[in-house]
């Protein structure tokens, strides 16, 4: 079974990171947050199509046609805020599968980040990608723990039908940072260039395959097969957050617990269900999307620096023939393992590495638009008009997030 760049993209996007803000959004409030998720659907499924398509008509990362379209400035700006803004996402994540490990093994969690740190190099490393994410991604099935909550609790499903549809919160400084992280976790920069780039790696793995640009007669069931792939792989990290952003609203929330800052809070909101067994399904989940979502993060930050520099990358290729690139990833992670001791808490942590996301998808989702329409660069494999329609909706939103997030109402 063939495991297609878009599922992985959307398994990795609820990482760590996303387990934390969709959890403090229903937790802080409650079914009034329910909303993003139909509202993010359409708007990551067209940014993460846009860039599916580049990589695979092109031939090239997402790094290598802002390169070609736009002044070097541009590029260099990019590649700052993406290596920036990933390495304190990965630093939030590792601090959080060492502390959700530390909820069931009782073993120090720094310790516990340190073995995460050095099992997801080795693994990247020694293991093609491809095959190491084959049996990992079995773990993120813990995720659907969050849907089978709502069977063991009471869920006024009248008031979430609605609230999804209509929901009522003042829209201050507290809700905008809220909105940000949420639309930061679910768009978030790493997984524009992860996915570019993993088409181009999905082409590679096939001797006969050639960038859609040299090869018009596969357009049609390639561009196809993108479709279904990564609208199907955002819809499946769509629902989970759906699911997630329910069961604490339903939970936690109603428990009085607005404001999560440890994993045993977080892990609370699945205990109706599993009981005692509550930490250790949690500490499962958040394993399980860590070890996904955090080669996804070195890797995406790789491949834009490796392709600004011109150097040679891919998680196929073996350390001996990219080392600039598997440098790059060591570099990122032991930066974030330095990190992981200040003193936020991780869970704290995690959400703001969403918020951070949030403001800097802004300006690279403009410059995907300007490529995905781009004839120059695509030919005839421009965007269609709703995607990119789609695209400069989810620009303005999350622009309009920011604005509030930042500006003393």
């Not at 920069?189 to 007669?217: C, G, I, N, T």
């Not at 979502?293 to 990219?322: F, H, I, T």
């Not at 269609?384 to 303005?396: M, S």
């Amino acid at each position: 079974m063939h495991v297609g760049p878009g599922l992985i993209t959307g398994v990795a996007d609820d990482d760590p990171s996303g387990i934390a803000t969709y959890s403090q959004a229903g937790a802080q409030f409650g079914l009034n947050m329910l909303w993003t998720m139909p509202l993010s659907f359409p708007m990551m499924g067209a940014v993460q199509s846009m860039c599916a398509r580049i990589g695979r008509v092109t031939g090239k990362g997402l790094a290598a046609n802002i390169k070609l379209a736009f002044p070097p400035y541009v590029l260099k700006g990019v590649v700052l805020l993406l290596l920036i803004a990933n390495t304190l996402n990965i630093a939030a994540d590792i601090a959080a599968m060492g502390e959700a490990a530390e909820l069931v093994t009782s073993i120090n969690r720094h310790i516990m980040t340190v073995f995460f740190v050095v099992v997801t190099l080795a693994a990247q490393i020694t293991v093609p990608y491809h095959r190491y994410v084959f049996y990992l991604k079995w773990l993120t099935l813990s995720l659907l723990a969050y849907a089978a909550v709502l069977f063991t609790v009471h869920v006024p499903w009248k008031a979430v039908a609605w609230r999804t549809l209509w929901p009522s919160f003042h829209l201050d400084r507290n809700a905008a940072t809220v909105i940000v992280g949420v639309l930061g976790t679910t768009i978030s920069p790493y997984l524009f260039f992860w996915q570019a780039s993993e088409e181009v790696e999905d082409m590679r793995l096939h001797a006969q395959a050639k960038p859609l640009s040299q090869d018009h007669a596969a357009g049609f069931t390639e561009l196809l097969r993108i479709k279904w792939d990564t609208w199907g792989g955002m819809f499946y990290s769509n629902l989970a957050a759906y699911f997630i952003i329910l069961a604490t609203a339903v939970t936690l929330h109603v428990a009085g617990i607005t404001d999560i800052t440890t994993a045993v809070q977080a892990a609370s909101a699945l205990q109706p269900l599993a009981g005692s067994l509550a930490s250790l399904l949690f500490a499962l989940g958040i394993l399980g999307v860590g070890l996904i979502g955090v080669p996804v993060l070195a890797g995406s930050a790789s491949y834009a620096l490796c392709e600004a520099m011109n150097w040679q990358w891919g998680l196929e290729r073996k350390a001996k023939d990219a080392r600039g690139f598997y440098g790059v990833i060591a570099i990122s992670v032991l930066a974030a393992l330095a990190i992981q001791y200040s003193p936020i808490p991780p869970m704290k942590a995690l959400f703001w590495s969403a918020v951070v996301n949030g403001v800097v998808a802004v300006p690279l989702v403009v410059i995907i638009i300007i490529i995905a329409s781009s004839s120059s660069v695509l030919g005839g494999f421009a965007a269609p008009r709703l995607v990119r329609y789609f695209g400069w909706i989810t620009a303005f939103v999350m622009g309009v997030a920011a604005f509030y997030m930042v500006m003393p109402f």
